[in-house]
């Protein structure tokens, strides 16, 4: 059974930094090319960014580009999303994901098929 367990998320004032991590079993986490997603209540769950299997190739949405940075160990199965100069508007449960994709290109839609249960990221001006 595959699953994903988010970690790491909590209350930062604005311009904080917190390292998320998503610890992934049932599966080779190196077989696949993951993402992170974000869902404010009320409104659709929004792309962060994408990782190769390798952790060569990454992808990021505009409004973290920058900020955020995404990487991977697949010796832990384990993911990471590294979120530095917060705002506000990062405020969010952030969500880690399996993609369907074998690579990853950018600007191209992601296809997450495996969630996990979210972290809640809360910014404070």
């Known amino acids: 059974q595959v699953q994903l367990v988010e970690s790491g998320g909590g209350l930062v004032q604005a311009g904080g930094s917190l390292r998320l991590s998503c610890a992934a079993s049932g599966l080779i986490l190196g077989t696949y090319t993951m993402d992170w997603f974000r869902q404010v209540p009320g409104k659709e769950r929004e792309f962060v960014a994408a990782?190769?299997?390798?952790?060569?190739?990454?992808q990021y949405a505009d409004s973290v580009k920058g900020r955020f940075t995404i990487s991977r160990d697949n010796a832990k199965n384990t993911l990471y999303l590294q979120m530095n100069s917060l705002k506000p508007e990062d405020t969010a449960v952030y969500y880690c994901?399996?993609?369907?994709?074998?690579?990853?290109?950018?600007?191209?839609?992601?296809?997450?098929?495996?969630w996990g249960q979210g972290t809640l990221v809360t910014v404070s001006s």
């Open positions: 990782i190769s299997r390798s952790g060569v190739i990454t």
């Open positions: 994901a399996k993609d369907t994709s074998l690579v990853v290109v950018p600007d191209r839609p992601r296809y997450p098929e495996v």
